[in-house]
């Protein structure tokens, strides 16, 4: 009787192992998350000179010659319309930029962009006008 009854000790110990194993891999636990998001601002300012092609081809010339920085920023993009509506893109991570853009007007207001790019993602522009 007493093997029987160390047998049957056994046998239940055995049957309850693996359901205290699997008990202690149900076990589950959480974290916080917290997600936020990055708005890329405008460059605050922008200084230059341009000129005025008004004989043919007509056109403008923009030089920046400084611009406020922007945090995060990798490069930056200057776009500049024609008053015929045609635009010209240039990136770059210099200091200062200068950029031609031809025109099939010879007099009307050209409109520079200045954006900061973070990666391949593009912020709010800095806008102005001038005049040839």
Known sequence: ?????????V???LAATPAMAQAAFRATATAPLSASTYVIPAPGSIAGTYS???TRP????IN?????????ATAY????????GTSQTQSFTGNTVSMTKA???RNGTF???LSALVGTWTGSPYRGTYTC
């Open 11 to 13: 046998a239940l110990f």
């Open 111 to 113: 409109t520079y962009e």
């Open 64 to 72: 920046v010659t400084s611009y406020g920085k922007v945090a995060r």
């Open 103 to 105: 025109s099939s007007l």
């Open 1 to 9: 009787m007493g093997r029987l009854l160390a047998g049957l000790i």
């Open 58 to 61: 007509f056109g403008s010339t």
């Open 77 to 84: 993009q200057l776009t500049v319309i024609a008053p015929d």
């Open 52 to 54: 005025c092609d008004t």
